[in-house]
């Protein structure tokens, strides 16, 4: 329960991308172990955890290219730095807004969205 606790405080303090999404997961691990910890050990149990696990890796993985495709438009991930180059010229190269930004921000949303269940992404 304390590593839970302490996932989500740094994932509230964080100012990088990368470790936001390391936070996230460090959260989600403890939701993939939580039914053994308390007993439930019936089968539905199990298999709801594992299969949060590989629909888990398959968001984190989306996340993963979407950190390197923002990484690669901006050349930072800290939120503050990309908030003031989003202001500025919203990652274009000669005026036209490049496609690893929108490539990049796509998948930090549908590994965000996967991650969370939204309603397009959920199993």
């Known amino acids: ?43 539905s149990a199990v298999e709801a955890s594992l299969r949060y696990f590989v629909v888990g890796g398959f968001s984190t993985l989306l996340l993963g290219i979407g950190v390197f495709f923002v990484y690669y438009s901006f050349g930072t991930i800290s939120v503050r730095e990309l908030l003031v180059l ?29 991650k969370l269940a939204f309603v397009p992404f959920h199993y």
């Open 1 to 43: 329960m304390f590593l839970s606790l302490y996932a989500i405080l740094g994932l509230l303090e964080s100012d990088s991308l990368l470790l936001m999404v390391v936070y996230l997961e460090l959260f989600s691990y403890v939701l993939f172990v939580f039914p053994l910890l308390f007993g439930y050990v019936r089968g």
């Open 86 to 114: 989003l202001e500025g010229s919203l990652g274009s190269v000669a005026g036209q807004p490049s496609w690893s930004f929108f490539a990049g921000f796509l998948l930090l949303y549908s590994g965000l969205a996967v």
